[in-house]
């Protein structure tokens, strides 16, 4: 990658002319269906990110977290505490700690009705659900009820799910889709345990 | 996924035990070197969900932003407005931006430089260096340089590295990689512009 200056500077414009020309095709403003899913790490952390971005610009944040609920975690201590921010955990650890089917479900609807009226409400420019994939993959809800009421949402209103196992049918409504890959997981090769400030 | 609740009960039985398992050789507390690369959405963004992580515990947050230094983004609003995070920004913009290697090389040097005090200083307990994937990839930075810095921090820093194109010799170093593979893209597809709180 190494070139001498004018060649530089020749890329440098063409990149910048190509930047220019794709932004002035894109002018097009909309609350986007955004799905992080893939089996390796930084989904919820990725929700979490574009959390910060919303509170930096002042704009309402909901986060309904799912399957975690049970869990003391620093991302609800500190999110949960910004007054921009409604964060609302459900469940009973992760599905491995219950053993009955229907508490589960029982458990995904209340998340669920939070979920809901938050997308409703037109109160909030951004809301996440976290790992509501899980709870969709284990079928805790109704599919087309999730497609449903997040197809209707208010139109400037951006939702993100995240979760292993994204169904087929909410990849093809989503508009922005990202893959996490695992590439390389300490966990496994090198015995290192869950960590503060890492994965809680 | 459907199952009676004898088989329910059954499966997540086996669940517990192997994270179980698991959990109990996961003995080891070690400072990570994270990297989030890829052609996909949510690399930085994951880097700044994991800063959410740290804040909350109340541990100490450095971060350079490489090549992005003269966007105004909310991440920097928000998390530099934190008492226990010190964020510098460098760079003129993307590198499209700039026409002039020298200048790109020496904006590059003096990122690097906040960087390193931020890892040999001991004071931090997380380094996020942003898109400095980017400025190897551009040769703007030595790698024998960053790998030995890095390399040799102490023992319990995290280190979360972003950006398209990390190097294999970092891949090879790191002990967490992710790569963000794009699944789709509204940019493209729909002409969807960059929003708030969503890119920036």
Redesign the interface.
Known sequence: ???D?ES??RM??R??E??EK??A??????G?L???T?T???K??????????????G?KLGVVQFIKGALH???????GAQANCDFVTMGDG?????????ADIATARKGWNEARRMIESGDY??VILDELNTVL???YLPLDEVLSVVGARPEML?VVITGRHAPDAL?DA???????????????E???????????
Chains 1, 2 share one sequence.
Do not use: C
């Open positions: 990658m190494k070139t200056p530089h500077a440098t414009q990149r910048r190509g930047h794709k932004q095709q894109a002018t097009v403003e909309k986007l955004i799905v992080y893939g390796g790490k930084g919820s952390t990725a929700a979490f990110g574009m959390a910060v971005r919303v509170l930096g610009h704009l975690t620093s991302e609800r201590d500190f999110l992760y599905t491995w700690n219950t053993q009955d089917r229907e420019q951004m993959k284990y079928e951006h990849i989503a508009d922005l889709v990202t893959e996490m890959r695992l590439v390389k997981h300490p966990y496994r090198q015995h290192v345990k869950a960590q503060r400030g890492v994965e809680f």
